[in-house]
């Protein structure tokens, strides 16, 4: 069976750090692979998503990026953290684009 | 995405059937009907999905109006562990299957 992991579960750090969250899919191959960021209290935002190795697609400008470097893995950057990047990232991968997605336990990242 | 409307809340007692509406009347025919699910600080779980037949999983079942308006999902008997925010989604087709959660309903199940 298939499964996600995200890490780490929960991250506390400083403005102007940089930020790597990880997630890796297991029992799966090639699959479509997609960040989302919510904030508390708001529904999910769609941040990037992912076809296959190297192909990176933003959905929203903003200081963040992604890259998957391995077909089962993909991470979420940033060169310098502000405020407004709090929140909780979900990894959520699908077999093709129009399918269902499945979503990983999620990394809770509070900038102070 | 086509827009959903759910209510924001709903109780429900522990064993009985939970019904949770949403209305999409801007669904297009190629357009299927997800349903997820959020607990408290965990990830979406996806519980279900349907075109335009009524569908049942081990989770739930989606019922679908004959003009694909506006569903409802159903948990035959509700648990406590049920207690969630339960979002309805229309994914835009053509696009990367982006899903817009919106606010959903925030299902309570009680003793």
């Known amino acids: 069976s298939q499964t996600i992991h995200q890490w780490p579960a929960t991250l506390v750090q400083p403005v102007g750090s940089p930020l790597s969250l990880e997630c890796t899919v297991e029992?799966?191959?090639?699959?479509?692979l997609y960040w989302y960021r919510q904030a508390a209290g708001r529904g999910l935002q769609l941040l990037f998503y992912?076809?296959?190795?190297?192909?990176i697609s933003s959905e929203v400008p903003q200081n963040l990026s992604a890259s998957r470097p391995q077909d089962w893995q993909f991470i979420l950057s940033s060169k310098k953290l502000l405020l407004s990047d709090s929140g909780f990232y979900l990894c959520?991968?699908?077999?093709?684009?129009?399918?269902?997605?499945?979503f990983g336990p999620g990394t809770r990242l509070l900038v102070l | 995405d086509a827009k959903t409307t759910q209510p924001p809340s709903m109780d429900c007692a522990e064993g009985r059937a939970a019904n949770l509406p949403c209305n999409h009347s801007?669904?297009?025919?190629?357009?299927?009907v997800y349903w997820y699910r959020q607990i408290h600080s965990q990830g979406p779980q996806y519980i279900i999905h349907?075109?335009?037949n009524n569908e049942t999983n081990e989770m739930a079942s989606l019922i679908i109006t004959e003009d694909r308006k506006s569903s409802t999902l159903i948990l035959p008997h509700a648990t406590l562990r049920d207690t969630a925010v339960y979002y309805c989604?229309?994914?835009?087709?053509?696009?990367?299957?982006?899903?817009?959660f919106g606010t959903g309903t925030r299902l309570q199940v009680t003793l």
């Open positions: 959520a991968w699908s077999v093709r684009q129009w399918e269902t997605q499945y």
């Open positions: 029992g799966t191959s090639n699959p479509n």
């Open positions: 992912s076809v296959g190795i190297g192909q």
């Open positions: 801007t669904i297009s025919g190629n357009e299927y």
């Open positions: 349907g075109l335009k």
């Open positions: 989604i229309v994914p835009l087709l053509g696009t990367a299957s982006k899903l817009t």
